[in-house]
C-alpha cells in the first residue's frame, strides 16, 4: 500500500465537483497538481484535509482510513494562497498557535528553529500586517510545518509573490520539506513551480484526473490533446507509412516525421513534440543523422520572459519552439524568414489520444 491512496473520490458541490478520482502517491513525493479553473483542484484538497465528506470514495493515509474523520484528527496541514495568518497575534504566536494541542517541552526551541529555517527568526514579534508577502508565506508555512504534517495541502501558495520571491520562496520551501521528506500536494498555476519542486505531476479538467505522473512523462507523453496543449507540448494527428532502419515514418498533414517509438505500419496516431525539444537554425545541417530536419517559416515570437516562444509554419503544421534570450540573439531572425526546425527523432513521442 502506498503512503496516500485516494480511491474513486467524488463529491458533487453543484458548481465544482470531483468525478472518481484515484492516485497514489509514496512518502516523500511530491505533486503538483494543475488545471483551468473550476477543475476541482481547491475541492480535492478541501475534501483531502476534511472540509467536505465525499458521496464516494476512500482516502486512506499511512494506512489509515481518514475518510470520515474529522479535519483534526487527519494530522495534514494546509497553506492557502492568502496564508490565513491571525492579525492579532505575532509571528511566534501565529507560529505557536500550530502547537495549541500539541505542546512539546522545548517549545520556544522548536518555534525558533523552524522560524530559522525558513529565515523569518528576525520576525518573531511583527504582526501579519507590517509583513512582505514573501514573509506572510514563510510565516504560514512555519505554522503548518511546525506540527510535522503526515500530509502537506498547498493552494497557490505563492501567486501573490513577485518572480524573485517566488524563486526565493521555492528554494527556501524545498529545503523545508527535504529536511523533513514531508510528502506534499500543490495546487498550481505556474509551471515553473512543479519544475523546481514536483517529482510528479497531475492534470485536471471538470472534476477528472485527465493524466498522472512522474513529471518528464506527462510533459513528452500526455494522454490527449487537452493535456498536451495545457502544459505546451505539440500534439499532432498522423499516420505510420512505414517502418525502416529501427524508425517508424509518419504522415502528419503531409509533413514526414520520424520517431523511434514502435507503431504499426497504417496505424493512425498521435504525436507529441515539446516545445523545448524543438531546435531553430538559419543554416540546414550538414548530418542530419538521429534529426528531424524541417523547412519552417517564422510567424511570430512571443516574449516569454527568460525565453521566447516561436511560431513556425512547417508545411500544414503550426509549431511552437522555446529558445532562451542567448539563442534567440544568436539566431537573429525576424518575422518571416525561413528557417530550419530541427528534432531529435527520440523526441517524437507517440502517444494515445484519450
Request: glycine fraction near 8%; charged fraction near 25%; include cysteine.
Amino acid at each position: 500500500m502506498s503512503f496516500v491512496d485516494i480511491d474513486d473520490l467524488s463529491i458533487d458541490l453543484g458548481e465544482f465537483s470531483l468525478k472518481g478520482v484515484s492516485l497514489s502517491l509514496e512518502r516523500g513525493d511530491y505533486l503538483t497538481i494543475i488545471g483551468p479553473t473550476g477543475a476541482g483542484k481547491t475541492i480535492f484538497l478541501e475534501t483531502i484535509v476534511g472540509f467536505w465528506r465525499p458521496d464516494r470514495g476512500r482516502i486512506v493515509l499511512d494506512g489509515r482510513d481518514i475518510t470520515t474523520e474529522p479535519p483534526e484528527y487527519r494530522h495534514i496541514g494546509i497553506v492557502y494562497q492568502d496564508y490565513a495568518l491571525l492579525p492579532h497575534m505575532t509571528v511566534y504566536r501565529n507560529i505557536a498557535y500550530g502547537l495549541k494541542k500539541h505542546k512539546p517541552e522545548n517549545m520556544d526551541e522548536a518555534i525558533r528553529k523552524m522560524a530559522r529555517s525558513l529565515h523569518i527568526d528576525h520576525l518573531l514579534h511583527r504582526k501579519p500586517i507590517t509583513l512582505s508577502g514573501g514573509e506572510q508565506q514563510r510565516a504560514a508555512l512555519a505554522r503548518v510545518l511546525i506540527v510535522e504534517p503526515s500530509l502537506l495541502l498547498m493552494d497557490e501558495p505563492f501567486s501573490a509573490l513577485d518572480p524573485q520571491t517566488r524563486r526565493r520562496a521555492r528554494l527556501l520551501l524545498k529545503e523545508a520539506i527535504g529536511e523533513r521528506a514531508t510528502t506534499v500536494i500543490h495546487i498550481t498555476h505556474d509551471l515553473d513551480d512543479a519544475w523546481a519542486l514536483a517529482n510528479k505531476l497531475a492534470v485536471f479538467k471538470d472534476g477528472r484526473l485527465l493524466q498522472m505522473g512522474a513529471m518528464d512523462t506527462v510533459f513528452s507523453q500526455p494522454k490527449n490533446r487537452f493535456v498536451a496543449e495545457f502544459v505546451g507540448t505539440g500534439f499532432f494527428s498522423g499516420t505510420v507509412v512505414s517502418r525502416e532502419n529501427g524508425c517508424v515514418n509518419i504522415d502528419v498533414e503531409g509533413t514526414c516525421l520520424q520517431s523511434l517509438d514502435r507503431a504499426d505500419k497504417g496505424k493512425p496516431v498521435n504525436v507529441a513534440i515539446r516545445c523545448e525539444d524543438i531546435r531553430v537554425s538559419r543554416k540546414k545541417p550538414s548530418v542530419a543523422n538521429g534529426f528531424n530536419i524541417l523547412n519552417a517559416t517564422l510567424k511570430n515570437v512571443i516574449p516569454e520572459g527568460s525565453s521566447s516562444l516561436l511560431d513556425l509554419r512547417v508545411d500544414n503544421l503550426e509549431m511552437n519552439a522555446l529558445l532562451t534570450q542567448n539563442a534567440m540573439r544568436r539566431l537573429d531572425a525576424r518575422r518571416g524568414d525561413n528557417l530550419y526546425a530541427l528534432i531529435r527523432k527520440e523526441h517524437v513521442k507517440i502517444v494515445q489520444d484519450g
